[in-house]
């Protein structure tokens, strides 16, 4: 059964703590993402990583962190430092290339509260 | 500023009826044009993709067109079934050497009621 698993599928959190989101795919695609999805606003891109052991700032990274020390996992932290953390995050992962634009296969999400 | 806008926010249609949703673009330089489909609470799941050579492509019910002339996509559904009940997100790439920055619109919701 191959694909992209996320958990927890609900989160809740205090304010001031850290929480790490879990982020799986066995579709051995090298490339992984992680988005965040607010009411009334498109998917924004806080990380990717385009091979292991390398990773790039999205458009609002501030906040989060991550790692890729495997291809399967990309872990996704959201920090103190983030001021408005409750969201919807998506990870998602394709294959990696210049030729063509590879289909990004998506989990099935975390909720995410700050209580 | 690459945009993605899509209309109408929400739209709900009896089942059975057809319906059609707009996806207006200003991305440069364009690369394709996807459109996901995605359930309340869950991953968004890719209908089809366009490239700039492309004005229409189907996959089953769905049709999607697009002019990238005008930059506007259009997504149309046949005959709606209650499982079409969901958000559809517009998704354009550009070509930035490399990287193909993606940029979601906010999508349309529709619900399909009996």
């Known amino acids: 059964d191959g694909g992209i698993t996320q958990s927890p599928k609900y989160l809740f959190r205090k304010e001031g703590q850290n929480v790490t989101l879990s982020c799986e795919q066995n579709?051995?695609?090298?490339?992984m993402y992680w988005y965040r999805q607010d009411p009334g606003q498109g998917l924004r891109l806080i990380y990717y990583?385009?091979?292991?052991?390398?990773?790039q700032k999205g458009d609002i990274a501030e906040g989060y962190s991550v790692s890729r020390e495997k291809k399967e996992s990309f872990p996704l932290t959201v920090t103190s430092a983030q001021k408005n953390p409750t969201a919807f995050y998506l990870c998602?992962?394709?294959?990696?290339?210049?030729?063509?634009?590879?289909?990004?296969?998506f989990g099935p999400g975390t909720r995410l509260t700050v209580l | 500023k690459n945009q993605v806008e899509q209309s109408p926010q929400s739209l709900i249609i009896l089942e059975g009826k057809n319906c059609t949703l707009q996806?207006?673009?200003?991305?440069?330089?364009?690369?394709?044009l996807r459109w996901y489909k995605q359930d309340t609470g869950r991953g968004p799941v890719s209908l089809t993709i366009?490239?700039?050579?492309?004005n229409t492509k189907s996959n089953g019910r769905y049709t999607a067109t697009l002019d990238a002339d005008t930059k506007q996509s259009s997504l149309h559904i046949t005959a709606s079934q209650l499982s079409d009940s969901a958000s559809y997100i517009c998704?354009?790439?550009?070509?930035?050497?490399?990287?193909?920055?993606?940029?979601f619109g906010t999508g349309t919701k529709l619900q399909v009621i009996p």
């Open positions: 990583s385009q091979i292991v052991n390398d990773f």
């Open positions: 579709l051995n695609h090298d490339a």
């Open positions: 996806c207006n673009y200003t991305v440069s330089p364009f690369s394709n």
């Open positions: 998602a992962s394709s294959r990696w290339g210049t030729s063509g634009d590879p289909v990004q296969f």
């Open positions: 366009m490239t700039f050579s492309e």
């Open positions: 998704v354009v790439s550009a070509d930035s050497g490399g990287y193909q920055k993606v940029t």
